[in-house]
């Protein structure tokens, strides 16, 4: 309970630790948040506790921007919320996949000269993606620029299906022991699916370089045969990164020509398992952003470890196969948007640690990556200035408008406003 000697107390101690005494709370998040409740089945762990942790911090950050007339509109009260799976309710759940069904279904706005395979709106996502993976994942971009995809795939959801919810994350511990008996992952009609029919010859993922040197096959690897997307029609790859087994060939060498097959996966507990609770808390310990970027990805190799893939690779493979499991279109499976929404939402907890010191953190910002997302700004003496990163371009082409990089760095006011979302 709060009480006048208690608060009194808590101002001391502030200004003890030579902090701005201010009294909070600058807004009413916490009825926000507890009016979105987490399923009791899992107990809040290490990291949703440093999320909620943060939420002062956030809450006085927003108070200095919005004095300063710099949150575009953007409040705690007004920001939408991007729930976990299982916290959503079974209703909330179908709709998602509803929405997902319905954006496949739509006719592709992609160049169908250059994407024949591309045939519905879901596709023109996976065409982005499969012709910029390098862009995308490039030091610089691979957070901001996976906001910013993640969050114009979340509007066509809303805007042109109808959708009323937002992008739902996963929390991979909630699933890493038994990932096929999980509410993600068990096939049932409100879960994202089921595994893959076994298929032998399908191995598992490489991964040289680690010890042991694959993600081992957990059973699957062919056709789903259970849940949402059991009649799901895959239209484009593979591409020459594939990882899948037997695959039908695309009639184009970079995979972007019609190939109509099932969506194939393996789901596998040895990938979930590198992404567990322990190690999202140990990543979000780093307080510079290139440990934090470099663990992510699994570097330095974890030793002594059976899962060290780091958590960027575990989630890609948590049930990946095809074309999940090929880096270039990997968002053709829909729980691509459950991983990299994860990863932004550990993105957004590092930073909340210390809004003001993290937000515009890039990592390696001094390595020179020739690799603009299409080109510098506009702006005449920004094209002459390729040392500040924040500068580049994010040009998503035919998915959206072009905006630079520090837009994306800021889920609470970015993009002129248009970004506006926490994660609960
Ligand atoms: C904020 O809201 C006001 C009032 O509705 C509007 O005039 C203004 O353009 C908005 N600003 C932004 C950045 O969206
Ligand atoms: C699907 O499975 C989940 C997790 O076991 C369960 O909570 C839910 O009731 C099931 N829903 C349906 C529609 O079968
Ligand atoms: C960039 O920074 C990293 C880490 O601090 C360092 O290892 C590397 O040598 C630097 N590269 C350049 C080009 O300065
Ligand atoms: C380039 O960007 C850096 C970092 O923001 C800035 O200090 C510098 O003045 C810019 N140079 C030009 C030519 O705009």
Not at 7 to 15: I, N, Q, R, V
Not at 322 to 344: E, R
Not at 351 to 379: E, F, I
């Amino acid at each position: 309970m709060w009480t006048i000697q208690g608060a009194l107390m808590s101002l001391t101690l502030l200004a003890g630790a030579g902090a701005v005494a201010l009294d909070g709370p600058f807004s009413n998040y916490q009825t926000k948040i507890s009016n979105s409740p987490r399923n009791p089945v899992y107990p809040i762990d290490s990291v949703d506790k440093m999320e909620t942790d943060a939420m002062p911090n956030v809450d006085m950050w927003m108070h200095k921007k919005t004095v300063a007339n710099k949150n575009n509109n953007c409040t705690l009260e007004n920001a939408a919320i991007r729930k976990e799976w299982s916290d959503m309710s079974e209703t909330e759940r179908q709709a998602y996949t509803a929405a997902l069904k319905c954006l496949m279904k739509l006719p592709a706005k992609s160049d169908k000269t250059r994407f024949s395979g591309a045939v519905s709106r879901y596709d023109d996502f996976v065409a982005f993606h499969m012709t910029h993976a390098m862009q995308l994942h490039d030091n610089v971009h691979l957070f901001g620029a996976h906001k910013y995809f993640v969050w114009l795939f979340e509007k066509a959801l809303r805007d042109e299906c109808g959708y009323t919810g937002y992008q739902p994350y996963m929390n991979y511990d909630r699933y890493a022991e038994d990932p096929g008996n999980s509410p993600l992952l068990n096939g049932n009609a409100s879960s994202m699916g089921g595994n893959g029919a076994p298929d032998p010859s399908y191995k598992g993922v490489p991964q040289y370089g680690r010890t042991p040197n694959i993600i081992k096959s957990g059973g699957g690897g062919g056709c789903v045969t259970e849940g949402p997307f059991a009649d799901m029609v895959v239209n484009l790859g593979p591409t020459s990164m594939a990882t899948g087994s037997k695959l039908p060939k695309n009639p184009k060498a970079d995979g972007t020509g019609p190939n109509p097959r099932c969506l194939r996966r393996d789901v596998n507990r040895n990938a979930a398992m590198g992404a567990t609770n322990a190690k999202a808390y140990s990543l979000l310990q780093n307080t510079e952003m290139n440990k934090f970027y470099d663990q992510l990805l699994g570097s330095p190799v974890p030793k002594n470890d059976p899962y060290p893939w780091g958590i960027h690779t575990a989630g890609h493979y948590i049930a990946a196969v095809d074309p999940g499991g090929d880096p270039n279109t990997s968002p053709g499976d829909p729980l691509f948007y459950f991983h990299h929404t994860a990863l932004d939402r550990l993105w957004w907890i590092w930073q909340m640690q210390d809004p003001t010191g993290r937000l515009y953190d890039v990592p390696y910002s001094n390595a020179t990556m020739p690799m603009p997302m299409k080109g510098r700004s506009t702006d005449t003496q920004d094209a002459q200035n390729d040392t500040n990163p924040l500068e580049t371009m994010v040009d998503m082409e035919w998915l959206g408008p072009p905006i630079k990089l520090f837009e994306t760095h800021d889920q609470l006011g970015g993009n002129g406003g248009q970004f506006c979302y926490i994660y609960v």
